[in-house]
């Protein structure tokens, strides 16, 4: 896992990773909360909507953590941006 620091009160509301490959241009992995997996749907319909390109459809990750639901997109500039919620088991 690379290097990252959330930023927020309690459970952070925004995170900042390290960019661990590649050479030249480094893409950015960005995160936001959302409040809920619709809102994580939401996010990721409106993004492909707008013609952003698909990296992993919403989901969840259990290797992240118990009840971690996200989506993963590609902005114009070739940022990995995502969306997560944690859900109740």
């Known amino acids: 896992m690379s290097p990252h620091i959330g930023y927020g009160t309690g459970d952070p509301d925004f995170w900042i990773s390290a960019q661990t490959d590649g050479t030249g241009f480094r893409q950015s992995h960005i995160a936001f909360v959302a409040a809920d997996a619709v809102q994580v749907g939401a996010f990721y319909d409106a993004a492909l909507k ?11 990750w259990p290797e992240y953590g118990p009840g971690y639901f996200a989506a993963f997109v590609r902005d114009p500039d070739g940022n990995n941006v995502e969306a997560r919620a944690i859900l109740a088991e």
């Not at 707008?50 to 969840?60: N, T």
């Open 50 to 60: 707008l013609g952003l390109e698909p990296l992993q459809s919403p989901r969840l």
